[in-house]
């Protein structure tokens, strides 16, 4: 008779999550939405059902223009001072541990449904390192997402670095003494894990390192250099009194940019702010492209139009020039974005992230040209400019693609029933 383990395995990722279990060690992947077994981790805020919409049916009250507030990214906020503050959501304060917490329910409760079992334990992935040039942050972020899993009904949770859990998942493409490395390119961060194939030992782990940088950086970066600018990002502003001029202050753009802080500029401060700006450009038409973003929270329709402008920048097969389309802003307004262009937008980022692949290769004592097997997961293992520096970077290495999106819940459902072992 199948025995199906108690322990649910979560990939709770900052753009996609996942969950699964194993029935006789074999991976099964729950669908959390219809069809589907990835979700993507959003939530929209419904201020007229006052209600949480979760996954793709949050874009879509999103993208509908429904009255409310949407979220994306949260995982990014881990560690940070951010995850305590409150504030006042569908008539009460929540601050995002609560919020995070109610997305894992909801994953939870799917699971649940789905399987007719209820899950008291979870093997959660994990990030190599949530920050990776902050230690006490980094540290603070794995008590927080513990918090979280407790908030969200669950009585134990254990954590596994997500390429240790991509390497179990792809164990199958070594043969025995080959040495794989883990490319693991999230929405968030960049992991990889050194790994041998030890026959049927199974496989050794040498050693796993992260950085800090991943696909939400990548549209972060996209829309600083393409899309900001053209909402006064470096433009000049007139003093009140005299002749002289100063740059528009940055952080607006900055915070604009990033996924994760979107909802935090839609304040009547920050409105007040930019239509003192817009008073005193020197170029006032761009910063009342700003002044529409914020009046009318289009911060994360643009982010979305940055993030197709990119993946169409990233297909070869693309039918037409790529571009970001801010139509949504101003009737007519495009960005170019020729892969070229993205390419050199994206190089110093995927430099960085090659070096700390090579870098964990010589922390593990072994040479780059010792690599027998790259394997690329997760969303963002697929732009062109992180393949060409990885490639590089480990010249000798074949090349192997998992499953993108589900890699690492996968390898997570199989560890799960061996997690709670010893108790």
């Known amino acids: 008779m199948a025995t199906m383990s108690p322990t649910l395995g979560i990939d709770f990722g900052t753009s996609n999550s996942a969950v699964g279990y194993a029935v006789d060690g074999v991976p099964h992947l729950i669908n959390v939405e219809a069809g589907q077994n990835t979700l993507p981790t959003a939530l929209f805020f419904d201020n007229e059902e006052k209600r949480i919409i979760y996954g793709r049916g949050a874009q879509e009250a999103l993208i509908g223009g429904d009255d409310g507030r949407y979220m994306r990214a949260l995982k990014s906020l881990l560690g940070t001072p951010l995850m305590r503050e409150s504030r006042v959501l569908l008539g009460k304060r929540m601050d995002f541990i609560a919020i995070v917490a109610s997305f894992l329910a909801e994953l939870k409760t799917k699971a649940e449904r789905a399987t007719g079992q209820q899950f008291d334990r979870a093997l959660s992935g994990r990030p190599v390192m ?19 899993y407790t908030q969200a009904g669950f009585k134990q949770v254990r954590f596994m670095p997500e390429p240790e859990a991509a390497a179990l998942a792809n164990r199958a493409v070594l043969e025995p003494g080959d040495l794989g490395l883990i490319v693991d390119i999230g929405g968030g961060t960049s992991d990889f894990t050194l790994f041998r194939q030890e026959g049927d030992a199974g496989i050794h782990i040498l050693a796993s390192k992260g950085v800090r940088i991943g696909g939400t950086d990548f549209d972060r970066e996209l829309s600083l250099q393409h899309v900001m600018p053209h909402l006064g990002m470096g433009s000049q502003i007139k003093h009140v009194f005299g002749d002289e001029t100063h740059a528009a202050p ?6 604009l940019a990033t996924w994760q802080k979107i909802p935090f500029l839609y304040t009547r401060e920050q409105r007040r702010a930019v239509e003192d700006l817009a008073k005193y450009a020197v170029e006032p038409k761009l910063l009342n492209r700003l002044q529409r973003v914020l009046e009318d929270e289009l911060g994360h329709d643009m982010a979305f139009a940055v993030e197709a402008g990119k993946i169409a920048a990233n297909d070869p097969d693309a039918s037409a020039p790529p571009q970001i389309d801010l139509k949504i802003v101003e009737r007519g307004l495009t960005v170019p974005l020729p892969p070229a262009m993205m390419a050199a937008s994206l190089a110093q980022m995927a430099t960085e992230i090659a070096q700390v692949a090579t870098d964990l290769t010589a922390q593990a004592e072994v040479k780059p040209d010792a690599v027998t097997k790259l394997i690329f997961v997760g969303g963002s293992s697929l732009m062109g400019v992180i393949d060409r520096a990885m490639r590089d970077a480990f010249p000798q290495a074949e090349l192997h693609r998992g499953a993108a999106m589900t890699a690492i819940v996968d390898g997570l459902a199989i560890a799960a029933p061996h997690a709670f072992a010893d108790g």
Not at 133 to 148: I, K, S, W
Not at 250 to 255: E, G, P, S, T
């Open 250 to 255: 940055h952080a607006v753009f900055a915070d």
């Open 130 to 148: 949530f920050h990776s040039a902050d230690p006490a942050r980094d540290a603070q972020a794995l008590v927080d997402l513990t918090e979280c």
